[in-house]
């Protein structure tokens, strides 16, 4: 490529000295043809001067026969004489200046003619100059091609080695992101940290053409987000999960398989939801037919998982409850007008609830679909939402598994909770009945008070001070693995409630609540599997 260049810049340099060369040539034959032009004219004025002078010549001479004719008298004899000579110097005199004139024409012509002769020459140069330009200019084309060619293939070469480097440390980027959010993991785990995954609900009717506060980093792999209103500053948060608007049922529920999975294995695994009405939390966790939450999808892994372990004989169990103005409804009991009044107590597994139906379940036809897809929640019309949850809905599954290898037996539990709105009072608009059910909702929400105390490791933690605390006291505390969904909405016209509950967000994922500890117990020879335990 560098010598094509230097070829074609030699090339443009030599046909810029022959066109100047061309141009004093073209000047030179322009200045040799006035020239011709000036001598044809002296040629033709010593043609009329020689003219002139035969004619005085042929005087002269008609003179000289006269004096010789009068020269043969004698009485003439020395005019005659006289005249005779002055005649021959005056043809002599003529004769010389004829001569010079002839002499002088005969020069002038010379030089024109040789400076004619090299004027021919040059054009002759000038002409094989031009005629090798011609030829290079030609070949300019081909010479042009081959080195678009070769532009072409090195930057096509350039263009090859940027795109491998770039992907390389674009997948080296993405493995370091992976690798430090599995470290993260990792630590989090040891610590014993609560996770949170942070889930942004799409744009719905309610929105009102309400302009998004939410936005996201291009990189799906980074998981930050800011929120913003139209006035103000933005803050920027990061969960260890963020789901963005147009994210899936599945991708959701395939975050959190791995913490139902470990159930089976003998751990204590909760899993909640908080964010204020109409953020979805409901959506997340119970879903409907055509897209199932959580709730669904956890007993249908766990049933898949029990199969998956033939040397394990699994019972698994379910109770499900709500919390409505701190008080225990049991959802599945037989006598729904006529329950004992439900508290959280102490128990051989931890925080139980006596009385509580709790009923086996082989399978996901066992749940029922009525449980799952079209429960009978206290609801309340407000402003916030018509169909919003006026109470806390918790599932709970119980696993209890007999290892036939190893003689061991293992005790995990799920509780699964969709927790009411966490709206403020002022912003609810509830009064009467439904402020009865908000403050009391507030106060359930305590679990805030109980977040900020294991986040400042305070010695007492006030689990007392609601039913749902109470009842939470297991995945509150050391040895369990607890997840929290906090739910917002995008829209600005719920920029407040989306802020208090990332702040809230944000303070629950500092606290530490210690490795989680399996629930295995060795068991003697001729024990049987676990059927029935309640």
């Known amino acids: 490529l560098k010598e094509r260049k230097a070829h074609f810049d030699e090339v443009s340099s030599q046909l810029e000295a022959e066109k100047k060369a061309h141009a004093k040539t073209k000047e030179n034959v322009k200045k040799l043809m006035e020239f011709k032009t000036k001598a044809v004219a002296k040629i033709k004025h010593a043609a009329r001067n020689i003219s002139i002078l035969k004619e005085r010549d042929q005087k002269l001479q008609a003179m000289v026969k006269e004096a010789n004719k009068k020269s043969k008298s004698n009485s003439e004899g020395e005019a ?3 005249a005779m000579n002055a005649a021959n110097a005056a043809l002599e005199a003529t004769s010389k200046a004829q001569q010079k004139t002839l002499q002088s024409v005969i020069s002038s012509v010379s030089k024109r003619k040789t400076a004619l ?9 000038v002409k094989q100059s031009i005629g090798a330009v011609k030829k290079m200019l030609g070949d300019l084309p081909s010479a042009v091609l081959d080195m678009e060619d070769i532009l072409m293939k090195a ?14 440390l674009l997948k080296d980027y993405k493995r ?16 014993g940290n609560i996770r949170v995954y942070c889930r942004v609900r799409p744009i719905i009717g309610r929105d009102k053409n309400s302009p998004v506060c939410v936005k996201f980093p291009n990189d799906k792999d980074d998981m930050s987000m800011t929120i913003r209103p139209a006035e103000g500053g933005s803050v920027s948060y990061e969960f260890e999960q963020i789901f963005r608007l147009d994210a899936t049922q599945d991708q959701v529920f395939k975050e959190v398989s791995g913490l139902v999975t470990s159930v089976t294995d003998g751990y204590n695994v909760c899993i909640f ?11 997340t966790m119970q879903g409907n037919k055509e897209n199932p939450g959580i709730y669904y999808r956890a007993i249908q892994h766990l049933f898949d998982v029990c199969k998956e372990r033939k040397n394990v004989n699994f019972d698994v169990q379910l109770s499900l409850l709500e919390i409505y103005n701190d008080n225990i409804k049991d959802l599945i009991s037989p006598k729904e007008d006529s329950q004992p009044k439900l508290v959280p107590r102490e128990g051989r597994n931890g925080i139980e609830v006596p009385g509580l139906t709790i009923r086996s379940i082989s399978d996901i036809e066992d749940v029922g679909e009525q449980w799952l897809l079209a429960l009978n929640i206290v609801r309340w019309e407000r ?3 018509k169909d919003s949850s006026r109470s806390h809905l918790i599932l709970s599954i119980y696993c209890e598994g007999y290892d036939k290898l190893s003689k061991t037996s293992s005790f995990g539990k799920l ?29 359930s929400l305590s679990a805030g008070n109980c977040i900020a105390a294991r986040a400042n490791k305070k010695d007492h933690v006030p689990y007392r001070d609601s039913v749902l605390t109470r009842l939470l006291q297991d995945s509150l505390e050391k040895n369990s693995k607890t997840l929290m969904f906090v739910q917002i909405s995008p829209a600005e016209s719920d920029f407040a409630e989306s802020t208090n509950s990332l702040k809230f967000a944000a303070r629950v994922k500092e606290v530490e609540l210690g490795k989680a500890a399996k629930s295995v117990k060795k068991r003697g020879k001729g024990a049987r599997s676990p059927k029935g335990r309640r």
């Open 117 to 125: 002769s090299a004027a021919a020459a040059s054009c002759k140069g």
């Open 273 to 283: 939801a908080y964010g204020q009405t109409g953020s979805g939390k409901t959506y």
């Open 176 to 191: 370091e992101v992976k690798l430090r959010r599995k470290y993260f993991n990792e630590l989090q785990e040891l610590k």
């Open 415 to 443: 509780h699964l909770i969709d927790l009411a709105g966490s709206e403020r009072l002022s912003r609810s608009g509830a009064t009467g009945q439904s402020k009865v059910e908000a403050q009391e909702i507030n106060k």
């Open 383 to 385: 402003k916030m939402n």
């Open 155 to 168: 930057f096509a070469a350039r263009d090859k080695i940027m795109s491998g480097a770039t992907n390389k």
């Open 80 to 82: 005659a004489k006289a």
